[in-house]
């Protein structure tokens, strides 16, 4: 790790998409004596590296999943298909036990979240149109609008990535 921070980390990555608790995880590929090959992800605090999880996953997608269930608590999205993801949609319409739902595409390119309160929908898109509305429950326009974006930004999908966040 000295040694990396000496040449300005030139050989560091981000280990998860997503800061976790507001600290952004690094990754780093080197070669220990006893265990071989290994990747590292850490934390920097000013110049000093904490480091969080240590595999000899070296490859890319085992190990970030590794981390993200060994740091961020298990916070894994699920793959659904399209239709079981639209008549979920459908239903933030309604009152229910779920508050806040994230879709994503297999690229991660496109985003669609969804956050409902006790009157209000949020919906919060980033992909073909990025921006934020806010609807009342009340009007019947709110579903309409949900399905709108839906099919807006997954128009061409047949698999998204699902986070659900519940009360």
Known sequence: MEREQA????????ALRRPVAGRPYFELCCNLAK????????T???????IWFISTSLQKAT??????????GGQQMKSINVKQAERLVKGLAKAGPVTKV???????????TIERGTAAVVIDERGFYTGQISLNLSDGQ?????LQAFKREFSRSHHLYLHQEKD
Request: aromatic share 4%.
């Open 35 to 42: 265990l071989g090959s290994v990747r590292v992800a850490f």
């Open 7 to 14: 040449t300005g980390l030139t050989k560091v990555k981000l």
């Open 44 to 50: 920097l605090d000013g110049q000093v590296a904490r």
């Open 63 to 72: 190990f970030t999943s590794e981390v993200s269930r060994g740091i961020a």
């Open 142 to 146: 709110a579903k309409h609008a949900l």
């Open 102 to 112: 994230t879709l994503l595409t297999r690229k991660k390119d496109r985003q669609l």
